[in-house]
């Protein structure tokens, strides 16, 4: 049984509390802390002794605000002490005066908002081809907010002994959280010991969320002289810590008198929040992957991040490009309707790009996913069938229940985004290393910076070296995460762990291999290689001679079945045909793509998560974000495996393939034009009532 | 004793213990700190999501809600007792081939609610561990794997059991 943040710190440790904004946006104009009991301690932003900003992953945040408040619960003072409802007296005893501005709450995320970053790619002419356009189609898609819903909340223990500070936190990135502590309690990094205990599936929010929270807890210890545990609860941690951004994106295609795409304009909005991020990768994944799987001849994409007034947002799995996926997968589906042809053969037709390059090889690896998942689902012959029913019907209320329908998608998780540093760079942190160790008995330890979060990384390198060094897997361990004792890897993903991290473990085992046969043990080998590498390597610069050849792809069919009565959509079924090179161990992926996969259903139909957008002086949490055991619709996951090339990341796949397969079904079972996720029972009632 | 204080006698992983606390505290903090069973987690607080899993007189009850002051003599089984007590032996066998969980979090919760419906059926279907599983979250998603596990773990069992009676 793993011990998880929550269940660890010493008994002597004082509990650490955050006081929080109760207004949305303004100005303090007055802080009066009570006068606390002995062992008690407080902080403010004043306190502060470096950097009061933490950054992560072109992300940033304040530890506390200082006079500025950007959203309801910001954290304003942090309070320890030994008991816990002392600390709420507290903080209830606080006293806080402020001058209360009105947020800007557009409903359109188009604007006017301030713009923060602005990313723009183009290839051909696109104004002169819809000049010349027979027909151009629009369409506006909306992706909602989404909860992390990780199982361990968010925590740190922090303990200060006068010299150095022991941090022992939940955190995929041990290296970077050192990083954001040592800059903002002004220490060197050999002062500060980061030891990362295993996480839950944190859908890639333990990253600023987890530095923010280590922070704190690390001031508190710094002014309290003794080791403090911050804990989030669920409620807490619902609703202060950031969530991925909304997006809004509109799509244009100019169609030609075949009704084949001659140029495509993409406008993307991304919320960037009350603290936009100045590089966002997620941003950036989207501009690149916004006509998805296609080729066309002229291509237009902006992409922008807006300056709200909502919450802060923060990484989250396969974020950006998910969206992007989204719009241009619906997008192309009415762009089937037109041509009046099948999903399948109109993505067939258009991967390959215009009919004269149809022989050229762009994309097999997807024609191959697409073919398979069309034969596995009985696509072809239900998607024939349902429309035949959709035509005979005139409206839903005529409608012999019930209401099905089935959609495919096909989309590719970029080799470039997973190699890069997780959505963006640290300058100071440019190289990834792993080391092995041989010790006396033939026993093999592996040290590396990836911690355990439930995706098998740690099981797959015990794999993976056993079979290169002929070694029983029970006599090779993975070195509990210490940054005293591993070398930076750089944080975890399954991506980053596959793509970066394996190479560098067979490296090592080769060379360990080699030495074996003329040194003894204990023998300890390295490998290390630059990002600088990796991306000049790995990127793409002109996408239109993109082949995707190192891209992991997936296929996605979804049927559904729309409740009569309470409009609930049921997903009856999920067929995900993947390829992502050699895979190994099978099993475990397999295990990692069907929980995936059954997160993705569940960001597709359950409730999305509010914050403050109209109304809120309240956020709302919810909890109705996972589905239960009872829920799990059928799901079948196959695997293409590719004799050549090395396994790529595919833990973002469901991610990107289900949302859209899922909109198109539920499309096909109602008639109607559904232009959003989550698909609840309130949009598609607003889609009846229009 | 103080005013706010009462005295509490139950049966913990079969073992009496007597407690002093403030009536209205959380069985999940009582197995947590004055405990120290860690195994009992904390998901959500609200009783939704099942890591907090313990048996209470033998049925599954989320220890979130329960109150101090309804724990006076009642029989308590928490997962460190499901695993190491004699009298789970048997149930223990149909946990031991989950592989299923990912990273864990949900498991003891988990492996909570199956021993609840183990003790009742020892060979359920899928429907029947799917209902058992409907108080628990999994943010994995691994339900189907242990679903799967326990069906085989149980059509091991019945084969087993088939050859012994055939050798006898």
């Known amino acids: ?690 | 004793m103080p005013g706010n204080v009462i005295k509490l006698r139950f049966t913990l992983n079969e073992k009496p213990v007597v407690l002093q606390c403030h009536p209205g505290t959380r069985l999940l903090d009582i197995l947590r700190y004055d405990f120290d069973l860690k195994g009992t987690r904390e998901g959500c607080s609200q009783g939704e999501c099942g890591a907090c899993l313990v048996l209470m007189n033998g049925l599954a009850v989320n220890a979130c809600l329960i109150p101090a002051f309804a724990l006076a003599d009642s029989e308590i089984l928490t997962i460190e007792g499901i695993l190491s007590l004699k009298s789970f032996a048997d149930i223990r066998k149909s946990f031991a081939d989950i592989q299923a969980y990912r990273c864990g979090f949900c498991s003891s919760g988990m492996q909570v609610a199956l021993a609840a419906l183990l003790l009742t059926n020892r060979e359920p279907n899928a429907e029947q561990i799917r209902q058992a599983l409907s108080g628990n979250l999994c943010a994995c998603g691994s339900y189907n794997g242990v679903v799967e596990a326990v069906l085989q773990s149980s059509s091991r069992k019945r084969r087993y059991g088939r050859k012994r009676s055939q050798r006898s």
Request: glycine share 8%; hydrophobic share 40%; proline share 6%.
């Open chain 1, 1 to 690: 049984m793993h011990n998880f943040i929550h269940d660890i710190g010493p008994k002597r440790a004082l509990r650490g509390i955050v006081y929080r904004s109760p207004f949305r946006k303004g100005k303090v104009t007055g802080l009066g802390v009570p006068a606390l009991p002995k062992g008690y301690s407080c902080v403010q932003a004043r306190d502060i002794p470096g950097s009061s900003i933490l950054s992560c992953a072109g992300y940033s945040l304040p530890v506390l605000a200082k006079s500025e408040v950007r959203y309801l619960g910001e954290p304003l003072i942090l309070f320890c002490g030994p008991d816990p409802e002392v600390l709420a007296e507290i903080c209830a005893a606080v006293e806080l005066s402020f001058e209360e501005e009105s947020p800007v709450e557009y409903k359109d995320l188009s604007g006017p908002y301030r713009e923060g970053q602005i990313i723009n790619v183009a290839h051909g002419d696109v104004d002169l081809a819809f000049s010349l356009a027979d027909q151009i189609v629009e369409g506006e898609y909306r992706t909602a907010r989404q909860e992390h819903f990780y199982p361990d909340t968010q925590g740190a223990v922090a303990d200060w002994d006068g010299k150095n500070l022991s941090l022992y936190a939940a955190t995929q990135d041990p290296f970077g959280m050192r990083s954001a502590i040592c800059r903002c309690l002004d220490l060197a990094p050999r002062k500060v010991r980061v030891v990362a205990v295993p996480i839950g599936n944190s859908m890639e929010g333990k990253l600023l969320s987890s530095f923010l929270v280590a922070a704190q807890a690390s001031l508190l210890s710094s002014i309290a002289a003794k080791p403090v545990v911050l804990l989030f609860n669920r409620e807490e941690d619902l609703l202060f810590s950031p969530k991925s951004p909304e997006f809004l994106i509109r799509q244009q295609t100019a169609l030609d008198r075949e009704g084949g795409a001659i140029a495509v304009r993409v406008q993307i909005f991304m919320d960037g929040g009350c603290y936009p991020p100045k590089d966002c990768e997620a941003l950036r994944q989207a501009v690149h992957s916004a006509w998805g799987a296609y080729r066309v001849p002229n291509l237009e994409i902006t992409g922008r991040t807006q300056v709200t007034d909502f919450p802060p947002i923060g990484s989250f799995r396969a974020s950006g490009r998910a969206q992007a996926i989204f719009a241009a997968e619906l997008h192309s589906s009415r762009l089937e309707e037109i041509a009046q042809l099948d999903p399948y053969t109109w993505k067939k037709e258009n991967l390959v790009g215009r009919k004269e390059e149809r022989n050229k090889r762009p994309g097999h690896m997807a024609l191959a996913v697409l073919e398979e998942a069309t034969r596995i689902s009985d696509f072809t012959r239900k998607y024939s069938a349902y429309s035949a029913v959709k035509k005979r019907r005139r409206t839903i209320d005529q409608a012999a229940y019930p209401l099905r329908g089935i959609g495919m998608s096909l989309a590719s998780q970029d080799a470039e985004g997973t190699r890069e540093c997780l959505h963006g760079i640290d300058e100071t942190r440019n190289t990834c290393t792993l080391k092995l160790v041989l010790e006396r008995g033939k026993r093999v330890r592996i040290f590396t910076s990836f911690v355990d979060c439930g995706m098998g990384i740690h099981a797959l390198f015990i794999q993976r070296a056993a079979k290169l060094l002929d070694l029983d897997p029970s006599k090779i361990s993975v070195q509990p995460v210490d940054t005293r004792v591993v070398p930076d890897t750089g944080p975890t993903t399954l991506a980053r762990a596959v793509t970066v991290g394996l190479p560098l473990l067979e490296q090592c085992c080769r060379n360990l291999q080699k030495r074996r046969k003329t040194a003894a043990a204990p023998i300890e080998v390295r490998r290390s290689v630059s990002l600088d590498t990796l991306l000049v390597s790995g990127r793409r610069k002109d996408k239109s001679k993109d082949d995707g050849a190192e891209s992991a792809w997936v296929a996605t069919v979804v049927e559904v079945e729309l409740d009569p009565v309470s409009l609930q959509s049921i997903c009856r079924g999920v067929w995900l045909v993947v390829e992502a090179g050699t895979i190994a161990p099978r099993k475990t992926a397999l295990q990692i793509l069907e929980g995936e996969t059954l997160r993705a259903v569940g960001s597709s139909q359950l409730q999305e998560y509010r914050g403050t957008i109209s109304d809120g002086r309240k956020l709302c949490a919810n909890t109705d974000l996972i589905p239960g055991a009872e829920q799990v619709p059928e799901i079948q996951v196959h695997l293409l495996e590719t004799q050549e090339g090395p396994m790529k990341g595919y833990e973002q796949l469901p991610h990107l393939g289900v949302p859209p397969a899922y909109a198109a079904a539920v499309c096909q079972a109602t008639g109607f034009y559904v232009d959003q996720v989550p698909i609840t029972a309130e949009v598609i009632q607003q889609c009846l009532e229009m």
